[in-house]
């Protein structure tokens, strides 16, 4: 990887620090973007999303550590300083200004001409959908239209980054699909360098290069999204990643005459050959007497050798099936890709494949295995 664009190191934010109602936004956080790289933190509500945002741009003091853009220093700096645009979750647009001239304000400080801004202006609003409301004021306009009125102006600007905090959070579905796609194509088109906050995986999916999922202040993991959905580091990044979420199962681990066993409540024990599994992994297995097991709904494979399951609701979605069965003194889901029968009492099979187990530690998360290897 060449040199980073952005670095955190260790930074921590702490709200009202030493005072009753001190919060802890954020945790020890070390984070590297590559240059032209799009990264989505991705977290429920109250995690520390915008908390991180807002120390990168200079809108919050990191309470300790580090942040270097383009090598420079930039975490004591005035946010006008420090070359960084950022789209707020509240849009926070001039409201004496119309949404051409809050875009166009963008631009205030370069060189271009009158007819190059408005050009750039009308580019922005074509992309964004909002040409028919460029002459209106903030207040006029819709929740969606002065988000994106609010994104036109972070990303109009020439800076070394660009923070979008939740940019599309207000629009609905198809818009937000389409314009997913034109964000993505313009910063990669420029080779610019993003962040964006979502609290929807399907939009961290679909327009980052990679994903930093946070927890309570805390990074959970920073992978792409494809190590995401196979490997996931610990159970939190296990079980929040993918819909439906996955299956979790606590298990006994049995080793004995070339069989490797997983014994799941209610009596059901998933019966394997060892060589499924690699000889360092058996080893740690072998000092384990429990483990959690994930299996993701779409790995569940239904046949008639498979260990029984009660179906207990079974909903067609329109172009899958997702199917909860009563099994292993819980639950689990399955996803069938087409319109599957089952009705609520029937008894289906279950089979749980080798090479879709995934092995958490069960006192910390911490994956153990992904498939037949070691995490
Ligand atoms: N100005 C503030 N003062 C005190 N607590 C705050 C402030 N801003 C955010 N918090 C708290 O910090 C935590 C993280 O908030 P935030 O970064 O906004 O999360 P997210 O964007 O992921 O929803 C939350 O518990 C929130 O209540
Ligand atoms: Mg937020």
Redesign the pocket.
């Known amino acids: 990887m060449s040199e980073a664009k952005l670095q955190l190191e260790a930074v921590d934010k702490i ?2 620090a030493g005072g009753a109602r001190q ?1 802890h ?1 954020v945790r020890s956080l070390d984070m590297t973007v590559a240059p032209g790289e799009i990264v989505a933190l991705l ?1 429920s ?8 945002l807002r120390m990168i741009a200079g809108f919050e003091e990191a309470t300790r550590g580090s942040i270097r853009l383009d090598g420079r220093e930039i975490h004591r700096l005035a946010p006008a300083k420090r070359n960084v645009a950022m789209a707020f979750e509240g849009y926070s647009l001039y409201p004496p200004l119309t949404v051409r001239e809050n875009i166009a304000f963008a631009l205030k400080s370069s060189s271009l001409s009158k007819t190059a801004v408005a050009e750039r202006v009308g580019e922005m609003a074509h992309m964004l959908e909002i040409e028919d409301v460029l002459d209106r004021y903030p207040s006029s306009i819709s929740g969606g239209q002065q988000q994106r009125a609010s994104l036109g102006r972070a990303l109009i600007r020439d800076a070394g980054l660009y923070l979008l905090d939740e940019p599309m959070g207000q629009l609905e579905p198809q818009l937000r699909a389409l314009l997913r796609g034109r964000i993505k194509f313009y910063i990669k088109e420029r080779g610019l360098t993003a962040i964006l ?1 979502t609290h929807d995986q399907t939009e961290a999916n679909a327009l980052a290069d990679r994903i930093a999922v946070m927890e309570d202040g805390v990074l959970q993991q920073f992978d792409s999204p494809a190590h995401l959905k196979d490997r996931p580091a610990n159970l939190f990044t296990g079980t929040f990643i993918g819909e439906p979420p996955m299956n979790v199962f606590e298990a006994e681990v049995r080793a004995d005459s070339g069989r490797l066993r997983f014994g799941l409540s209610g009596g059901v024990v998933l019966d394997y050959a060892e060589e499924e599994f690699s000889e360092a992994l058996r080893r740690t297995l072998a000092q384990k007497l429990r483990v959690t097991l994930g299996v993701r709904p779409h790995a569940v494979r239904l046949a008639a050798e498979g260990a029984p399951a009660e179906v207990t609701a079974n909903q067609w979605l329109g172009d899958q099936t997702h199917i909860a069965a009563r099994f292993a003194g819980g639950s689990i889901v399955t996803v069938e890709h087409h319109h599957a029968p089952y009705a609520k009492g029937e008894t289906i099979g279950v089979v749980l494949g080798s090479a879709d187990l995934h092995v958490f530690d069960s006192q910390t998360g911490a994956a153990i295995s992904h498939g037949g290897a070691l995490a």
Do not use: D, I, Q, W
């Open positions: 709200y009202n919060v936004a977290g509500s109250g995690c520390g999303k915008t908390s991180t906050v």
